[in-house]
Nanobody, 124 residues
Framework: QVQLVESGGGLVQAGGSLRLSCAAS????????MGWFRQAPGKEREFVAA????????SYADSVKGRFTISRDNAKNTVYLQMNSLKPEDTAVYYC?????????????????WGQGTQVTVSS
């Protein structure tokens, strides 16, 4: 059984920063990737950032490049999303996800396990 628990969301003013965390428990071997996705009200879930678990490879949505950074702590089985220069359009529920087989890591429907989500609200 795999469980993902996100934390770190909240309310921040435009231009501010937040750091999201996603702690994984359960199966750790053969993890392929972990990713962050978000869903704003009335919109579909969209890709934010993802990384291969055992390689130095990351991928970002164009809308967050240069502002967001995904990282991991293998020992803590945790992935992070550092979000800087936040904009009101970044407001959404942010979800982390993980997968244990080779996939296109930017595609949400490829992921098998999801967290419950954490709300990020950026005020103007």
């Amino acid at each position: 059984q795999v469980q993902l628990v996100e934390s770190g969301g909240g309310l921040v003013q435009a231009g501010g920063s937040l750091r999201l965390s996603c702690a994984a428990s359960g199966r750790t071997f053969n993890r392929y990737a972990m990713g962050w996705f978000r869903q704003a009200p009335g919109k579909e879930r969209e890709f934010v950032a993802a990384m291969r678990w055992n390689l130095e490879f990351t991928s970002y949505a164009d809308s967050v490049k240069g502002r967001f950074t995904i990282s991991r702590d293998n020992a803590k089985n945790t992935v992070y999303l550092q979000m800087n220069s936040l904009k009101p359009e970044d407001t959404a529920v942010y979800y982390c996800a993980t997968v244990y087989r080779s996939v296109t890591i930017s595609k949400s429907d490829e992921y098998d396990y999801w967290g419950q989500g954490t709300q990020v609200t950026v005020s103007s």
